[in-house]
């Protein structure tokens, strides 16, 4: 179906076992996994076709990072690819599956060592086992106030997520951009430490952007160029207080004038959060399915819609963000924006305060959680979503035409519309969730064929997505053509460079090895 | 006298003209330097030392991208190493002097166009030869509403700062956090563009962080990965207000209280600037030089300093910052930190405000200026600088204890203190700068000796520099040295890959391609 899903590793069964049987004599026969249950826990919850198209061919389960070097040297060794996974929990994404089949899972959920939290700093130390709940109850067990930065799907890791962009909704929502100071296994089995780290007990490792020379933590974003074994992460210190403003608008072209009213707010920094707004699907979505409401083919008419919007109190678009500040001034920031929005609309905001001291329940704090994942029910059966999220200018009138680009695309090929926008300071991410039932073998065609059009429509416009299923990842990689496709050259150069057995998770975001590029 | 002066590219005088020639017939015969007058231009101005230890063998000055390819193809087919600069305008850390001598200056200083100024995105688009003053005069001429991030000398590139790692004192003060979206000419000659201009006419290239896949654009900092052809960079929204804080404080040890009551400010961001704390020898530099104090040896004693401070009415540390924010935001945030203040000092605030629609010369913007080089003339004679500038935590104690170190350490080299500190959110940069006359050989002997006292102090203490000169790139690059020297390591089998030639900037950040390596 998707090209990369047709590529396998070309390992050999006795290649293979004695690849799984050098790495057991090392780490522990009982942290190495080649049965058809073990290997099968790694597939694609939400795989958008057979699963077994992703299938590893097993997985290894090293504790430290001495572990996690000797295993990159034994797959050198016996050239054995591997796919990296923080906790595998990248749902939306292809979960814990690599994309290409055969390969050896290097599977890091047990190195979960907090390594420090220093509360005064605001930052701590992790390894990419770690989850959003392990953290979050470390903070709480010993009353340190810093705030996380959460998902509505938490289960994942910490690092893992940061690792592949992933964004939450605090002032800290660009989880990469608060990635400070690594440690990394390199393909060829060498550990580097970045920034400041790169010297014996330097105390700014985890506090300083810069270190002396290039500066490496990006590239082990969303990359198969390394092996993160642990890294430091910023925290938002407990703010003084908070203000919640919510607001909802009644039509799809107002997205036009929240867009541009929110943007001007973000590029000045007065709202440092990395504002949503979302259509009323996620209110609908969370409670009920899609049997609920309509069972007609195609995408839900607009009386239905009206009937959800009716039941849930919810507009065609709803803004929610949050001020992060001294109550004061919250206060006067609410004020300024409040006097922006009534220049382009009549609609007013729902304010609500909270401040130190008052029930923490109320504080707005970002908290791990999984409600959300409750969603991917929408379509029936059993369940599964993938999003497609094209990054746009902070523009109104750019992100409605995208919008109804997608809306229109989506209702051709007979999916109901949810969407969501992330605002940044000078860009709009905007989202596009598509819920399908997974063992629906003409709905997923559909999926393939909407994603295939979503992608090829924005590129056409000049946008790329930010982030990728596995199924995508190489159609998204070529859109990505300047100077015929100058990034994916170099992309590549470097990877037949520092990792010429192609050892580390081929085919990540595209980036395939020479000795699996050829098949492409 | 520094280990990296003794090395020499090693052309030939037939192939290096030849190279010459080969450029002429394709940039212009008048862009091509050879002369001893012209070579001398490009010679360090605040030279630690004989200024012919990195004297340049010649210089080009291309005018587009495509000339620079067309030159590091030519470079590689002649094997003549280059060395790129902006402007040259890299003062106190070797100007547009290189490393290795014998190298030819790739000079962009003729690239200065201004592509693209966005009001509403605040953000530009420029070329490396674009000075601080040309991006002022724009933003003037044109009535843009955007305020830059300037510094003590503003004769530079906006761009070539940035990729030092320069900094400023706004809220955009980390200049390299705010580059966004490159174009680069890669050490074959290819031309790659970074995150989403890796698409074509992507126009989020220089509004989004991050694209699809690895993040590159900090490896071209402090670098010699690439040169930077263009760069967006993105610029701050004039704010509704400014607020000056200034305050002084009487005793050395004060800095304690100092960095620990701003730091939690500044972590907390009510304080968003890159905050400073200067010594009083700021202003006695600005306003007049060393013999009209003292003519004595060794260090100024503490009656003299005393009589400066007298006459400038300063403290022993000097604070002063700014906020930009809504008025009555700015009033909330002085009240706030004056009530931290006072639970630590009885020292008060000097304040003042700025709003807009106020006269702009009051607002606290920040414009180019060349008023602080006259600094480097306190020693007498012609004058010079080098600045010694480790990362520390944010954290008080340990800044007094680095400052005191080197304060020893100076008056024990015969050198007067002088000390600035710039705070970050969970770091704080310790500057001392040291002022020599540069026609005193022996004086020069000793900024040597205390330059590399200093980098060893601080290693001992697991400090490292942020940035340092061309004399010194070797010593600091060495004391990063985890992992027998991993990131040394690291770097040089990137640049092997990259670069197999070591046509740019041989020895940049201790960098050296393999052909060079060897005589170290």
Chains 1, 2 share one sequence.
């Not at 003084?240 to 607001?247: I, N, R, V, W």
Request: proline share 5%; net charge negative; charged share 25%.
């Amino acid at each position: 179906m998707a090209a990369s899903s047709s590529r396998r590793a070309d390992v050999a069964p006795r290649q293979l076992t004695r690849f799984l049987k050098a790495v057991a004599a090392e780490i522990g026969d009982e942290w190495v996994f080649d049965s058809a249950t073990d290997v099968a826990s790694y597939q694609d919850v939400f795989a958008l076709g057979d699963p077994r198209l992703h299938s590893p061919a097993g997985a290894v389960a090293p504790l430290t990072a001495a572990q996690v070097q000797t295993i990159v040297r034994l797959a050198n060794r016996f050239k054995v690819p591997l796919w990296t996974i923080s906790r595998g929990k990248n749902f939306g994404y292809g979960g814990a599956a690599p994309v290409m089949r055969g390969v050896v899972i290097l599977d890091l959920t047990r190195m979960k060592r907090i390594i420090d939290v220093d509360e005064k700093l605001a930052y701590c130390v992790i390894e990419p086992g770690v989850g959003f709940y392990d953290l979050h109850a470390y903070l709480r067990a010993n009353g340190i106030r810093l705030w996380m930065s959460c998902l509505g799907n938490s289960l994942g890791s910490v690092i893992g997520n940061a690792l592949e962009h992933g964004t939450g909704i605090t002032p800290y929502a660009d989880h990469a951009m608060n990635l400070c100071g690594m440690e990394l296994v390199m393909p060829d089995g060498d550990i580097v430490r970045t920034g400041m780290g790169a010297m014996d007990d330097n105390p700014t490792w985890h506090l300083s952007r810069h270190g002396y020379g290039p500066g490496w933590e990006q590239m082990f974003t969303q990359s198969n160029f390394g092996v993160v074994t642990r890294a430091g992460m910023w925290l938002m210190p407990e703010p003084e207080g908070t203000l919640s403003m919510t607001m909802n608008a009644d039509k799809p072209e107002d997205i036009r004038w929240i867009v541009d009213t929110l943007g001007e707010l973000r590029t000045k920094r007065i709202i440092t959060q990395a504002t949503t707004v979302r259509n009323y699907m996620r209110w609908a979505a969370l409670d009920s399915v899609r049997s609920d409401w309509y069972d007609g083919p195609g995408a839900m008419p607009d009386e239905v819609i009206e009937r959800i919007r009716q039941k849930y109190g919810v507009g065609w678009w709803n803004i929610n963000f949050r001020l992060y500040e001294l109550p004061e001034v919250n206060d006067a920031h609410a004020r300024f924006i409040e006097e922006k929005f009534k220049a382009v609309t009549d609609n007013r905001f729902e304010i609500s305060r909270w401040r130190q001291g008052d029930p923490p329940a109320l504080s707005g704090e970002s908290l791990p959680g999984v409600g959300s994942m409750q969603m991917v029910n929408w379509a029936g059966g059993r369940g599964g979503h993938v999003g497609f999220s094209p990054v746009l200018p902070l523009n109104g009138e750019l992100a409605f035409a995208q919008f109804d680009r997608t809306r229109v695309r989506m209702k051709e090929f007979g999916f109901d519309y949810y969407g969501s926008m992330y605002l940044w300071e000078r860009a709009i991410t905007v989202i596009s969730q598509i819920f399908f039932d997974r063992d629906d073998a003409q709905m997923l065609e559909r999926v393939h064929g909407l994603f295939r059009a979503l992608i090829a429509d924005a590129a056409q416009n000049g946008y790329g997505e930010y982030r990728t299923h596995i199924d995508f990842m190489d159609d998204v990689a070529r859109s990505f053509a300047f100077n015929n496709h100058a990034l994916l050259r170099w992309n590549e150069k470097l990877k037949d460079a520092l990792d010429p057995n192609g050892i580390l998770s081929p085919g990540k975001q595209g980036i395939w090895p020479a000795r699996y590029r050829e098949e492409a």
